[in-house]
Each structure stands twice: as structure tokens, then as C-alpha cells.
């Protein structure tokens, strides 16, 4: 006999759904005006580079200097009105005026580019048994920056892809 589903457990699903489609409290909309180029469904070796294609107008935005990409591999991107320079721990900001700069981001997988395309290396093993026959998932998510490194609204891209961790 099967069971039957009760109200009080479609309405957690459909909580957890609602959550899900949340970061840190912030609503995120995915939106139209990039497409990632497939990665294809088979494991791929590091290097791995992103790349994404743009209408023409988030092109012109970009080109006229208004707006950056900003991509963050294995983690959340920051919410809307939050600053790169949010990322800086204490040590960071007393250490250098200029931090988080281009390399202190890219250590914690976070970049900055004004391009269609990026590559990724040294993304660390996210498998959890660290068996060869288990897929290492990576996600990689774009959002829009200005030029002072500030989210500007609440549009995302995102794409999962594979790591090869059976090659030498």
C-alpha cells in the first residue's frame, strides 16, 4: 500500500524549494543575456575555462565600461549591494591597502573579468568518498558588477561541470 503525502510535508518541499532559489537571505533571479557554452556532460581536466556568451545589450554595458563579470567558482556570490572588498578578512585590509586585489580573490575563487571567458585551475577534490567512479562537481556562478566591485542587482548565470580526477 502506498503511502499517502501528507499537507504539512508538501508545504516543507515547498519551502525548501523557495529556500533553494534564496542566498544568505537574498532572492537571486536567474536572467537572460548570458549562455554559458557547454561544457559537456564528460569529466574535464584542469585547466578548465569558462566561457559565456553575451547579448548585445549586457555587451554594450560591458563595453561601456558600466559593468564587469563577476565569477565565483564553488561558493556563493556576493548579494546584491555587496562589495568584493566585503570578502577582505581583517588581515587582508591591514595588510594592504589595495586587498582584496586580483590574486587574494582568485585564491578563494572569486574573479573579476570584463571577458567572455575565464580559466580555472586548482579547484580542489569535492567528492566526497574520493572514489575514481564518483563525479567531482563544480559550480560556477556570474553576476554583475560595477567598476568599484558592488553587485548590482540580483540577476545570475550558473553552470555545474566536472572534474576529471583520474588523469595523471
Request: glycine letters at 8%; a negative charge; proline letters at 5%.
Amino acid at each position: 500500500m502506498m503511502a499517502r503525502p501528507r499537507p504539512g510535508r508538501l508545504a516543507g518541499l515547498l519551502v525548501s524549494s523557495a529556500l533553494l532559489a534564496s542566498c544568505g537571505g537574498q532572492t537571486l533571479q536567474r536572467a537572460s543575456g548570458l549562455q554559458f557554452q557547454t561544457l559537456g556532460d564528460e569529466a574535464l581536466a584542469q585547466p578548465v575555462t569558462l566561457s559565456w556568451d553575451v547579448d548585445a545589450a549586457l555587451q554594450a554595458r560591458v563595453d561601456a565600461g558600466e559593468i564587469i563579470f563577476g565569477v565565483f567558482v564553488d561558493r556563493s556570490p556576493l548579494p546584491p549591494g555587496g562589495s568584493l572588498r566585503d570578502l577582505a578578512d581583517d588581515d587582508c585590509r591591514n595588510r594592504v591597502v589595495t586587498c582584496p586585489d586580483a590574486e587574494w580573490l582568485a585564491d578563494r575563487r572569486v574573479f573579476a573579468t570584463r571577458g567572455a571567458a575565464l580559466q580555472v585551475s586548482g579547484l580542489g577534490d569535492r567528492r566526497t568518498s574520493k572514489r575514481d567512479n564518483e563525479p567531482d562537481r563544480h559550480r560556477a556562478v556570474v553576476v554583475l558588477l560595477d567598476s568599484t566591485g558592488t553587485r548590482v542587482d540580483e540577476s545570475y548565470w550558473d553552470v555545474t561541470f566536472l572534474i576529471d580526477r583520474t588523469a595523471p
